[in-house]
């Protein structure tokens, strides 16, 4: 399922965990069953992944980031 994009050159899929591309790659120690995956438009390949809670986490630091003040 594809869940949206960004004009930096990414989409992002959800996965189930077996459909995962670098397992062994993969930090998670929440038993998480879904996977986010980013594409890269250019290449069409699998360039990111996270489990869904990395993926929560990640979006929030990037959202605080982005909203953040700067020094
Ligand atoms: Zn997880």
Redesign the pocket.
Same mark, same amino acid.
């Given at each position: 399922m594809s869940v949206g994009g960004f004009q930096s050159g990414f989409h992002a899929r959800k996965v189930p965990r077996s459909e995962v591309k670098w397992e062994s790659f993969?930090? #998670?120690? !929440?038993? #998480?069953e879904e996977v986010i995956q980013l594409i890269s438009h250019v290449s069409g390949e699998v360039e990111f992944e996270? #489990? !869904?809670?990395?993926a929560e986490r990640m979006g929030n630091v990037l959202l605080e980031a982005a909203r953040s003040k700067r020094k």
């Open positions: 993969l930090i #998670c120690s !929440h038993g #998480c996270l #489990c !869904h809670m990395e």
